[in-house]
């Protein structure tokens, strides 16, 4: 009787300490080498171009999520109600979910989280809860917030807002601080993995939630461990061991690599990411016959070609796929219209530009080095600076000190035209050095991209303002849509449910969904 | 002089020269700094932007220049970081906010164990080389050693990295790729940030003996380059004392040959080895960076690479006032050994 006492025990004990569900297949630890390491762990820090994404991500939700489709869905919000004018959204929470410190989701979580975030406005996120005006719970599973004025940004944005434990930042609270100090090093979300440690400089160790509202049923992962600081040719090395599962940001010789081994293979990706090229209108460029000269004398098609298949043409200002997209350019280098108009112009004889690229990137510098030939052709020379982004934004803030020429990608967080648009051209971004690198100051185009938001979410007059939007760039030549680039990853061969998410940028994993053969 | 007494002048000596190293070590760190700090802000770059990430808004960026202070004019960020730093704080990272002090408990202690463990490999092995070749002169061992010696100083310690990973890692599969610990493992409770010593501390016995597995291969690729350039300093200075009259007068008395080599070539011949060992030493300490890189070893050089590609002001003056004190305290290790090898040095 008392060895059956004692097997009862174990067993009790054994599912006492192992992730809640009789059908859940544990399959080890998928181990990510990334090619950055976060800064904090707060999600109110969170950017949207670094890897922090994919940690916190996996240990805090927002309200909505966008599905595979880029469609708003549910997450810890079940159900919405947006008001005619665009100003209300009531959002019913889900109910029994639980945060990582034990504590259940109410309402008052989603009102400190999205005060919290608003207050300390720590990362880049902070523009899509600028038009809020309050946020208010009208009863334990529901939360209103009103905006000072519709912005469909707020809405496309939401679910990059994860909500925090309200219990957690009262404990943590410390000189009035929301508990920036504990949460930069912790993390009590809702997410499936919790915070096991986070060893600076080395890694991030997550484990699978017992309490996951989401339930634990098929096969997963125990445990996420993303490590930081690995060398490429040592994250290659350790994923031909099967030691990594998933490298992020992996480059063109890469795929080389993963081709001639059995255990590695490539992903590709269309994250919402843009390359471009911007000419400041001043000099030979204020002339808007030389901008579509250069326009014309692009090599579009080489610079695809360099890109060894991993890039696809734009043929807009904005990215195919998000709200607001219609195509209004054509990316083919035609050096004769280049010539022909140039001839018109009074720089026919030829001038010199200065032009700037970041610093430590392939694609930049080939597209620079491209470029730089086509216009030699025209008998336009080319001065080439390869510069670090500080430096490079330091320049910029001051139209004497910028340069002629630059490029960049740009990423934007949310599937949203609109959001590129202002980001490449808005005349408020002038003197910033963050954007608008051609010193365009057009104020029916800004009007244009002001108003777009304001209408409310799916209304169709969105499309129309910002095509005209998207028009106006190409016509006045100030910005040269160069490709999307895409994402590149490897993945080990025992990675199974692994799918890159664009509009989960910046890095949704999905680790839930994630799991390892063998 | 009896020998009382010389010990005694040895010791005020050691005193003197300790008290006038301390005062100096004030003075070049002060100056350090606000060299350091004046270069950082001269500097045509925006550490604001930087911090807040490539695709921030104009808005982002003003908040955190403002958070950081350095909206503020350059005398008023100037003395609040001298004042700072007079009362120990080396001020706050701009990337990752965490005070730089903390960020350097967290990193030097990697790079502190690799060097120790390196610096010991030199000594042993460097000086026990130099001393082989040297008694062998002219030898097959003495050109065999000078072989490699020539090898070891030639190959790059990034590049012998690289060839170590692929034989004893993926090859032969003895040792560890990269990195500290394995991924599962959790580092022991910190008291020295040293794995080993505090693997042995918490009586962890696997984890000690995996951070040792660890430490294998970045010890020898850094070590390696080094140890030749000791062996070659032990064997020339002990090939010179070796010809000494006084060394011929020992044999010529009839001491073996073991006494003469250690006790009165060896002793003589170690004052350029020292000086030599004391460089390398602060080079080993100061953090070897690609050795740091290609091991995944989040040491005091990684740190300090990262802060300079960061424009983390804060971060890279507080790794470099570390490596400054580094060298100045390996330096002052020297003399104090010069001290002890050649009494003569504390009377001139």
């Known amino acids: 009787m008392k060895k059956y006492l004692r097997i009862v025990i174990a067993v009790t004990l054994l599912l006492a300490v192992t992730p809640a569900s009789a059908d859940v297949t544990w399959t080890g630890a998928f181990v990510l080498g990334s090619c950055c390491e976060p800064n904090s762990l707060d999600p109110a820090a969170m950017g949207i171009s670094q890897t922090e994404g994919y940690v916190i991500t996996a240990m805090y939700e927002g309200l909505t999520q966008y599905s595979r489709e880029g469609e708003i869905a549910p997450r810890l919000a079940t159900g919405w109600d947006i008001s005619d004018d665009a100003l209300t959204y009531t959002l019913t929470l889900r109910e029994g979910v639980s945060f990582h410190d034990g504590s259940t989701l109410d309402a008052e979580d989603v009102v400190v989280s999205l005060e919290r975030h608003k207050s300390l406005g720590l990362g880049n996120l902070g523009f899509i809860l600028a038009p809020v005006a309050s946020v208010s719970a009208t009863d334990d599973m529901t939360v209103e917030i009103q905006l000072t004025s519709a912005d469909f940004q707020f809405w496309a944005g939401l679910p990059h807002i994860k909500i925090l434990s309200a219990d957690a930042i009262a404990a943590n609270e410390s000189d009035g601080d929301m508990a920036g100090d504990f949460f930069r090093e912790n993390a009590v979300g809702t997410g499936p993995y919790q915070l096991v440690r986070w060893d600076p400089g080395r890694q991030t160790e997550m484990s699978a939630f017992p309490d996951y509202w989401g339930g634990w049923e098929g096969s997963h992962v125990e445990t996420f461990i993303a490590r930081y600081g690995l060398d490429f040719s040592t994250r290659l090395l350790l994923m031909e061991d099967g030691e990594l599962h998933l490298i992020d940001w992996a480059g063109l010789s890469d795929i080389r690599r993963a081709e001639t081994s059995d255990a590695i293979s490539y992903n590709l990706g269309n994250p919402l990411q843009g390359f471009y090229h911007f000419m400041k209108q001043d000099g030979p460029l204020a002339d808007k016959k030389v901008r579509q000269a250069l326009m014309h004398a692009y090599p579009y098609e080489a610079m695809i070609e360099v890109m060894q298949g991993v890039a696809l043409p734009l043929n807009s200002p904005a990215l195919s796929g998000t709200i607001g997209h219609c195509a209004v350019f054509e990316p083919a280098q035609d050096m004769d219209a280049a010539r022909a108009l140039l001839a018109e112009s009074d720089y026919a004889d030829g001038f010199s530009l200065r032009q700037a690229y970041r610093h430590a990137n392939e694609p930049r510098r080939f597209a620079a080095v491209l470029f730089q030939e086509a216009l030699a052709e025209l008998g336009i020379e080319v001065v080439l600076d390869d510069i670090p982004w500080g430096t490079f934004i330091d320049a910029q803030r001051n139209f004497d000190t910028a340069y002629d020429m630059s490029s960049h990608w740009l990423n934007i967080p949310i599937p949203y035209s609109g959001e590129m648009l202002f980001r490449l051209n808005h005349s408020s971004l002038i003197d910033t050095g963050t954007g608008n690198w051609a010193w365009y100051n057009n104020p029916e185009f800004d009007a244009l991209l002001e108003e777009a938001p304001t209408l409310a979410p799916g209304d169709p007059r969105i499309d129309e303002l910002l095509c005209e939007a998207q028009q106006l760039l190409i016509d006045d030549a100030v910005v040269i849509p160069v490709m999307l680039s895409q994402y590149i990853d490897l993945t080990h061969s025992s990675v199974r449910g692994y799918q890159y998410d664009p509009y989960g940028f910046p890095g949704d994993l999905h680790v839930h969904d994630i799991w390892l053969e063998n | ?348």
């Open chain 2, 1 to 348: 002089m009896p020998a009382g007494a010389a010990f005694r002048s040895l010791q005020i000596t050691m005193g003197k020269l300790l008290l006038e190293r301390l005062l100096t070590l004030i003075l070049k760190l002060f100056g350090m700094a606000v060299i350091l700090f004046v270069v950082t802000q001269v500097l045509p770059a925006d550490p604001a932007a930087v911090a807040a990430g490539t695709d921030a808004r104009p808005e982002q960026i003003e908040r955190i220049r403002q958070e950081l202070g350095l909206d503020r004019p350059f005398h008023e960020q100037f003395i609040t970081y001298i004042s700072g730093l007079a009362r120990g704080d080396l001020g706050q990272s701009l990337l990752t906010r965490r005070e730089v002090s903390d960020d350097l408990k967290l990193r030097f202690p990697a790079t502190l164990e690799l060097s120790i463990l390196s610096a010991v490999v030199i000594v042993v092995f460097g000086v026990g080389l130099g001393i082989i070749a040297a008694i062998n002169a002219g030898k097959a061992l003495d050109f065999l050693i000078r072989a490699f010696v020539v090898i070891g100083m030639a190959v790059p310690p990034f590049v012998l990295a690289l060839f170590l990973q692929l034989i004893f890692a993926k090859g032969l599969d003895m040792f560890p790729l990269e990195g500290r610990l394995h991924t599962r493992m959790a580092p022991p409770p910190f008291v020295t940030g040293l794995y080993t010593v505090d693997s042995l501390l918490a009586g962890q016995w696997e984890l000690f003996w995996m951070s040792l597995r660890h430490l294998a291969l970045p010890v020898m690729a850094l070590a390696l380059g080094r140890l030749a350039v000791g062996a070659r300093f032990t064997r020339s200075g002990m090939l010179e004392t070796l010809s000494q009259p006084y060394v011929r007068t020992a044999r010529a008395k009839g001491l073996r040959e073991k006494p003469v080599v250690l006790r009165h070539a060896f002793r003589n011949a170690l004052i350029p080895v020292v000086t030599m060992l004391g460089i390398q030493i602060g080079f080993l300490l100061s953090g070897a960076v690609l050795v740091e890189v290609v091991f995944t070893w989040p040491g005091l050089g990684r740190y300090a690479v990262e802060s300079v590609l960061s424009f983390d002001f804060y971060a890279v003056i507080g790794a470099a006032l570390v490596i400054a004190l580094i060298f100045v305290v390996s330096n002052t290790v020297v003399d104090l050994l010069y001290l002890q090898l050649d009494p003569r040095i504390s009377h001139k």
